[in-house]
């Protein structure tokens, strides 16, 4: 009698091509399943991210809108009351005066449709030597002279002493109801830049506010502050320039890092946050 073959080594493969087939069965599922929860998670942790920024974005839209509108009604009061003084003297007191009750201004004029200075205060003691047309040929002052409408300027250099100024031109009318003169305010920026500094979140996180044309009025460089730094080429800035709100990823030149961003129109004023 011989001895009982071996099982054929064929059949080892077999064995061994189910046992994988079983192993697959169980790990695919849970790899799949797995990556599915990693994808929701991140999902749910970027949706987080987007809505914190264009929250943070949004929140501080409403206190910039506020307080420049704010000191535009402040202008229109004083202007009617200016339209019923007969004499410059008197302005003069006026606006020296109201200075000292609203905080946000740093300088108040009055000039002439002629263009002609007629009446001027500024927040400290000292006052500064002016030109009688140095407010003529302002584009701000121009605009409203021939509208007849308030008119709030980009950031631009101030015709008094050459620093960023953001200035609120408003028609003064007589007792005719005719336009008599323009009263120009400059708003103080540092007050702007006092709300900016109340937004702080991550590492290095920051915020910054533009005007319309994409130049800086308030931002953590206080270089880029001093300079009015043109920012209008970062796609984020443009987009905000075209009145949009929403989150977007960007390369920062000033941390020179890529960071997410809220950004917020501000459609009245045409400013970006």
């Not at 974005?57 to 200016?82: C, F, Q, W």
């Amino acid at each position: 009698m011989t001895d009982k073959q071996p099982h054929s080594s064929k059949a080892q493969p077999i064995y061994r091509l189910l046992a994988l087939g079983f192993l697959l069965m169980a790990i695919v599922p849970i790899g799949i399943l797995s990556i599915n929860l990693r994808q929701a998670a991140w999902d749910d942790a970027w949706r987080e991210i987007r809505e914190k920024h264009q929250l943070l974005a949004t929140n501080l839209a409403a206190p910039i809108r506020i307080y420049v509108k704010d000191h535009e009604a402040m202008l229109g009061v004083l202007a009617s009351e200016i339209g019923q003084y007969p004499g410059n003297e008197a302005i003069n007191e006026h606006l020296k005066s109201a200075l000292n009750h609203f905080d946000g201004f740093k300088t108040l004029a009055l000039v002439g449709i002629d263009g002609r200075l007629s009446a001027y205060a500024q927040s400290n003691d000292a006052i500064t030597p002016l030109s009688d047309s140095l407010f003529a040929n302002e584009p701000y002052f121009i605009r409203t002279r021939a509208s007849g409408n308030v008119t709030i300027s980009d950031i631009r250099p101030s015709p008094i002493n050459g620093q960023p100024a953001i200035i609120i031109s408003q028609p003064v009318n007589n007792a005719a109801g005719e336009m008599s003169s323009v009263l120009l305010g400059e708003l103080r920026i540092d007050l702007i830049e006092e709300l900016r500094k109340k937004i702080k979140f991550g590492k290095k996180g920051h915020s910054a506010i533009v005007d319309k044309r994409g130049h800086v009025i308030a931002h953590p460089n206080p270089a880029w502050m001093a300079e009015m730094r043109d920012l209008s080429k970062l796609k984020i800035v443009q987009k905000m320039m075209a009145g949009k709100t929403g989150v977007t990823e960007f390369y920062s030149p000033f941390v020179k890092l890529d960071m997410v961003a809220g950004y917020a129109s501000v459609p009245e004023l045409g400013w970006g946050i």
